[in-house]
């Protein structure tokens, strides 16, 4: 499926049930199930070089599409994260795909 634009097309708890198990709001879906995304700890996951990670990021921040961290939201990541599961925080970035888009023309 195109995930470019779904951002904010679908409230967080459909995000969240439809990743939970898909076919409780999409009958037809063949998607797989992600359950174990709300039991994950996303500081034990992703959480645990996300300042490396942004670090990288904020270097190619000139690539198109790439987003800029200042120091502080970098050395702040690792708390923003919190007690979050990965399935908070992938109904997070779901939720951004496609809202930064610009009219390019």
Do not use: C
Request: glycine share 8%.
């Amino acid at each position: 499926p195109d995930l470019h634009r779904v951002g904010g097309r679908y409230p967080d708890e459909w995000q969240r049930a439809h990743l939970i198990n898909p076919r409780d709001v999409v009958p037809e879906s063949n998607m797989p199930a992600f359950p174990w995304l709300a039991t994950t700890k996303a500081k034990d996951t992703v959480g645990v070089d996300i300042e490396k990670k942004m670090d990288v990021m904020r270097t190619y921040a000139n690539v198109r599409g790439l987003p800029t961290y200042s120091d502080e939201e970098i050395k702040g990541a690792k708390a923003a994260i919190g007690d979050k599961t990965e399935l908070d925080v992938l109904i997070a970035y779901l939720q951004g795909l496609g809202t930064a888009l610009k009219n390019t023309k």
